[in-house]
């Protein structure tokens, strides 16, 4: 696959975007669902964000049912998943990406994690 850094790092400088990846990063699959919650905003504006980050080749996605669950594309090339990778590490503890990880953890009837999907 050949991504440009232009693209990955365009990306990466939209908050909700990059907010996005992290998570994504951290849980491997979620659905819009779970990222508007965690993200805490509207459905829409998520869907946007995320159709940019699936144009850009960063992000995959897969229907099951009603839900449409995203993840990290698996043939991002070694460097941008390295990039994801140690950004993740860094924002890990750190304001809104403490809080996001919070308000999934806490989120009830996730898809795919027991509830009807």
Not at 30 to 52: D, F, Y
Not at 64 to 75: D, H, M, V
Request: hydrophobic residues 40%.
């Amino acid at each position: 696959m050949t991504i440009s850094p232009e693209s990955v790092f365009k990306a990466l400088s939209d908050s909700t975007r990059l907010r996005c990846l992290v998570l994504l990063d951290e849980e491997d699959v979620l659905c819009v669902c779970e990222l508007t919650h965690a993200i805490g905003v509207p459905q829409p504006k998520m869907s946007r964000h995320l159709a940019l980050l699936r144009e850009s080749g960063l992000v995959a996605d897969q229907r099951r049912g009603q839900w449409i669950f995203y993840r990290i594309n698996p043939a991002l090339p070694a460097w941008v998943r390295e990039v994801l990778r140690q950004t993740t590490a860094a924002c890990g503890g750190m304001s809104p990406y403490s809080e996001d990880r919070s308000r999934l953890d806490a989120m009830d009837g996730r898809p795919g994690r027991g509830c009807a999907a």
